[in-house]
T-cell receptor, first 112, second 113 residues
């Protein structure tokens, strides 16, 4: 099983719909992240959490919200999806003292 | 000042050749420079990383060259193989600030037989 699991892997939705992307990890890491990948823009940080009670906005948090349900679970929500949120979304984890990100396989979201 | 520039956007190299990807940064507070490799359908994975106290780091066929005064660093892939075909991201961060990893836009490398 993958260390960082993302569901769904692919989702097509319509403008205005609410979407949740889920992430679970078996690494035992406290720190979890949501990134967005767009061609030519690299990976941009949406939200991050250093523990269950800690949630922080990243570079591009507008239009997104997150929930850290447990140490191992971190979900990303789009309350009202819009077409420019069409992208590849990655969840990642890291452990304190080690500046290495472990990424999931990604969730491809298409908003029509 | 937070931006990390990366070039080229895409690269085609023949098998056995050298692949070179260049990156540049502005923020002098950055002190950790990783490279991530991403295969289609997969998430990025750490390939190799360098800190600015050394000018070069080599792991197998992969070498990072670092020029602190120019604020530039590059990835060299020697004897490139078709299995190296992937997207490569350089990144920069302040090592103690895990929320501040800044990624370059990526380079799509194709190694042709």
């Amino acid at each position: 099983d993958a260390d960082v699991t993302q569901t769904p892997r692919n989702r097509i939705t319509k403008t205005g719909k609410r979407i949740m992307l889920e992430c679970s990890q078996t690494k035992g890491h406290d720190r979890m992240y949501w990134y967005r990948q767009d061609p030519g823009l690299g990976l941009r940080l949406i939200y991050y959490s250093f523990d269950v009670k800690d949630i922080n906005k990243g570079e591009i948090s507008d239009g997104y919200s997150v929930s850290r349900q447990a140490q191992a679970k971190f979900s990303l929500s789009l309350e009202s999806a819009i077409p420019n949120q069409t992208a590849l979304y990655f969840c990642a984890t890291s452990e304190p003292g080690a500046n290495v990100l472990t990424f999931g396989a990604g969730s491809r979201l298409t908003v029509l | 000042q937070q931006q990390v520039k990366q070039s080229p956007q895409s690269l085609i190299v023949q098998k056995g050749g050298i692949s070179i990807i260049n990156c540049a940064y502005e923020n002098t507070a950055f002190d950790y420079f990783p490279w991530y490799q991403q295969f289609p359908g997969k998430g990025p994975a750490l390939l190799i990383a360098i800190r600015p106290d050394v000018s070069e780091k080599k792991e197998g066929r992969f070498t990072i060259s670092f020029n602190k005064s120019a604020k530039q660093f590059s990835l060299h892939i020697m004897d490139s193989q078709p299995g190296d075909s992937a997207t490569y991201f350089c990144a920069a961060s302040v090592e103690t600030s895990y929320d501040k990893v800044i990624f370059g836009p990526g380079t799509s490398l194709s190694v042709i037989p």
